[in-house]
Nanobody, 121 residues
Framework: QVQLVESGGGLVQPGGSLRLACTAS????????MGWFRQAPGKQRELVASITAGAITYYTDSVKGRFTISRDNAKNTVYLQMNKLKPEDTAVYYCNLGYWLRTNYVPYDYWGQGTQVTVSS
């Protein structure tokens, strides 16, 4: 069984930064892709960024150049550094363990509890 625990959310002003962290239990972390999703009120959950076991990264267009995903396999932890935050980044952020199938990220049913990110002045 895999458990994912997120941390690092909070309230930040527009233009500010936050770093989210997600620590996983279990031995499959280092061989798995990881993804950060977000869900804003009234919207579908969307994939924001992903990193493969080989450290290949993917970002949705709206966060390219502002967010950076990274991983530390020794700590079973994936990070999401978020800079130049905008009000539209406000959402609950979830980490996920999954895999890539061609050009599609496929999430396993392992999710963190979510962490709230609010960007507001």
């Amino acid at each position: 069984q895999v458990q994912l625990v997120e941390s690092g959310g909070g309230l930040v002003q527009p233009g500010g930064s936050l770093r989210l962290a997600c620590t996983a239990s279990g031995s499959i972390f280092s061989t798995s892709a990881m993804g950060w999703f977000r869900q804003a009120p009234g919207k579908q959950r969307e994939l924001v960024a992903s990193i493969t076991a080989g450290a290949i990264t993917y970002y949705t267009d709206s966060v390219k150049g502002r967010f950076t995903i990274s991983r530390d396999n020794a700590k079973n932890t994936v990070y999401l550094q978020m800079n130049k935050l905008k009000p539209e980044d406000t959402a609950v952020y979830y980490c996920n363990l999954g895999y890539w199938l061609r050009t599609n990220y496929v999430p396993y049913d392992y999710w963190g509890q979510g962490t709230q990110v609010t960007v507001s002045s």
